[in-house]
């Protein structure tokens, strides 16, 4: 049996979650997630805790056990406080701008790169080089912030790149002329 899934999931006074059949709504006053579940658990509802089970006895079913209690979790998080990443770009002449309903990104290519910004997910930009991406649902966040990266991942010679806030580039030294 999963530890995490046997965790109840605590549900604040300002979020409403509503389970029927084989999916679940969790909706606050930041949004509205939806999500459907396999069959191999059941999500049930007492007062202000939400607890998953799972209906078998398998390997597999203990994972989507875990599984399905942090996804819910997040789900509840998510609509009463939301999620925050930053990224951080590094470089000579490197900068980021948001125009309409695209962030622009000049990160040492001939072109520039205009990546949309999905529905449900904010992006603002601190200077020129400090992206700010956040929305309510945790999935989108990290996939957009992971997507940006991709453009240009940070390199271990001079630094340059696009990398998390909180993320560390160990350093390389280079090539040296002399003997």
Do not use: W
């Not at 605590?10 to 059949?21: A, C, F, S, Y």
């Not at 695209?102 to 072109?111: A, K, R, V």
């Not at 945790?138 to 997507?147: F, I, L």
């Amino acid at each position: 049996m999963s530890r995490i899934g046997k965790l109840p999931v605590v549900v604040p006074q300002d979020v409403k979650v509503t389970i029927t059949g084989n999916n679940i709504i969790v909706e606050g006053k930041k949004g509205k997630l939806e999500r459907k579940f396999r069959s191999e658990v059941s999500i049930t509802q007492e007062n202000n805790l939400v607890h998953v089970k799972a209906n078998e006895d398998t390997k597999e079913a203990s994972a989507y056990h875990g599984l399905y209690r942090t996804l819910i979790n997040n789900m509840v998080k998510g609509v009463s406080e939301g999620f925050k990443k930053m990224l951080i770009i590094n470089g000579v002449g490197y900068r980021a701008e948001v125009v309409g309903k695209s962030l622009i990104l000049n990160i040492g290519y001939s072109t520039q790169f205009e990546y949309p910004i999905l529905e449900g997910l904010t992006i603002t930009v601190e200077g020129n080089n400090k992206l700010t991406i956040s929305g309510i649902d945790k999935e989108r966040v990290g996939q957009t912030c992971a997507e940006i990266r991709s453009f240009r991942k940070p390199e271990p010679y001079k630094g340059k790149g696009i990398k998390y806030e909180n993320e560390v580039v160990r350093r390389k030294v280079g090539k040296s002329g002399a003997k």
